[in-house]
């Protein structure tokens, strides 16, 4: 058998701030260090040893799997770094507060575009590419996404990264955003479209897959 943990960030500025992030890069507050503290106290606890850590291109994960990897003393693991693993792009609701636009597009739409998996948010006209993105090709760099595009820039790096490292045995360590482990977590366990609003993927709490070495389900469970 071979494990997989799922873990969200602890809680971002943004967050705090009940705002939408996307692809823009904002620090933990206090609250979501102690929570990623906790998270990996919780996972030490277990007595899971891992071999590799997978994370995305943006601060508020990276740092999370970071303060995760000191609570395991398993600093020295090697860690790959994703633009695949971001958070689902918000385009241009990208930045403002989820309360006010409910206001300014009315409660229903808002929650087709946050909680459906094919609605697609209003796109950004010109999308801003960062230094750390310049040596991937510029088609990456999305004006918006739904969960669904989400899902497909994630499941390769499922079949790529993840699968052939599990399949030999290797306790695997993902650390990502909330978007995007429900696009996984929706893979993973074949949930249908139209089911996948009701999933919720808290912050900082750990969800542990194991597999067998054909990589079946075999049991999920949360810390």
């Known amino acids: 058998m071979v494990k997989l943990v799922l873990l969200r960030h ?10 939408y992030t996307g692809w ?8 979501g260090i102690e929570q990623a503290h906790a998270a990996g106290q919780a996972l ?8 590799h850590v997978h994370t995305s291109m943006l601060k508020r994960a990276i740092m999370t799997a970071y303060l995760v990897q000191d609570e395991l003393e398993q600093n020295w693991l090697p860690i ?8 689902r792009h918000y385009g241009a609701l ?22 459906s998996f094919a609605q697609v948010p209003p796109l950004l006209t010109h999308p801003s590419r960062s230094r750390r993105y310049h040596r991937f090709p510029a088609s990456i760099i999305p004006r918006g996404e739904s969960l669904k595009m989400a899902s497909e820039r994630l499941v390769p790096y499922w079949t790529d990264e993840l699968a052939p490292r599990l399949k030999a045995g290797d306790n695997q360590l993902l650390v990502a955003h909330g978007s995007t482990i429900r696009a996984l977590v929706k893979f993973i366990e074949a949930i249908p479209d139209d089911e996948i609003d009701r999933v919720e993927i808290g912050n900082a709490q750990p969800l542990i897959y194991t ?11 949360h810390l």
């Open 211 to 221: 597999f067998d070495d054909q990589l079946q389900l075999i049991d999920k469970a």
């Open 80 to 87: 790959t770094k994703s633009w695949r693993l971001n958070e």
């Open 10 to 19: 602890g809680e971002s500025e943004a967050n705090f701030a009940n705002t």
């Open 24 to 31: 823009s890069d904002v620090p933990l507050t206090k609250k």
């Open 94 to 115: 990208r930045g403002l507060n989820k309360d006010e636009t409910k206001v300014l597009f009315g409660v229903d739409q808002v929650a087709m575009w946050r909680r």
């Open 44 to 51: 030490a606890q277990t007595g899971l040893a891992f071999e």
